[in-house]
Nanobody, 122 residues
């Protein structure tokens, strides 16, 4: 059974940085796509970044150039490095896993973490 635990959220000023971590168990990164999604109040959950089993990375246009997704296979952990944060990045951030190829649709991700709050003040 896949289990995901996020950490690293918090309150940061605009222009600041945060690194989110997602500790994964019950899966092999080579077989799974890992994704970061976020959900702001009153909005739908949206794709932020993803990393495929082969290590290819994908980003939403809104975060491209500011966020970086990476993984440490030895630690079974996925990271989201967020820089140049903006107030509109404020949301609950979720780590998710799906078996197989990369997709941006959150509905096809079967396993989810509990979420971590990121708040960016102006």
């Amino acid at each position: 059974q896949v289990h995901l635990v996020e950490s690293g959220g918090g309150l940061v000023q605009a222009g600041g940085s945060l690194r989110l971590s997602c500790a994964a168990s019950g899966l092999s990164f080579s077989d799974y796509t890992m994704g970061w999604f976020r959900q702001a109040p009153g909005k739908e959950r949206e794709f932020v970044a993803g990393i495929s089993g082969s290590g290819d990375t994908y980003y939403a246009d809104s975060v491209k150039g500011r966020f970086t997704i990476s993984r440490d296979i030895a630690k079974n952990t996925v990271y989201l490095q967020m820089t140049s944060l903006k107030p509109e990045d404020t949301a609950v951030y979720y780590c998710a896993a799906k078996y197989g190829s990369m997709r941006r649709d959150p509905r096809v991700f079967r396993s989810w973490g509990q979420g971590t709050q990121v708040t960016v003040s102006s």
